[in-house]
């Protein structure tokens, strides 16, 4: 079983960065596929980006690619997600997920993803 807190929302003007954290712990961390999704107000959930286990291959939303940066450090249990150019339109809950099977047809996917975090909120403001 893995446990799963992500940490680093907050408030940022439009223009700004952030730097998402997930943190893992009580499984094996490495092995895990994993994925950033977010659900702003009145939303469904949306894919946002996602990484191998070893952090080598990396897939995004269209519309995240150039400004979010996914990556992970194995040693440390964490994977991060680095926001720039945040505008308005970013702003919900972000989600960390593990599990999922690597692949562009399973990654977009939350169900597919047996482990998820509490979520931590950003707001982007104009």
């Known amino acids: 079983q893995v446990q799963l807190v992500e940490s680093g929302g907050g408030l940022v003007q439009a223009g700004g960065s952030l730097r998402l954290s997930c943190a893992g712990s009580?499984?094996?961390?490495?092995?895990?596929?994993m994925g950033w999704f977010r659900q702003a107000p009145g939303k469904e959930r949306e894919f946002v980006a996602a990484?191998?286990?070893?952090?080598?291959?990396?897939y995004y939303a269209d519309s995240k690619k150039g400004r979010f940066t996914i990556s992970r450090d194995n040693s440390k249990n964490t994977m991060y997600l680095q926001m720039n150019s945040l505008t308005p339109e970013d702003t919900a809950v972000y989600y960390c997920?593990?599990?999922?099977?690597?692949?562009?047809?399973?990654?977009?996917?939350?169900?597919?993803?047996?482990?998820w975090g509490q979520g931590t909120q950003v707001t982007v403001s104009s």
């Open positions: 997920a593990a599990g999922a099977r690597f692949h562009i047809s399973t990654v977009v996917v939350g169900s597919k993803y047996p482990y």
């Open positions: 009580g499984g094996t961390f490495s092995s895990y596929a």
């Open positions: 990484i191998n286990w070893s952090g080598g291959t990396t």
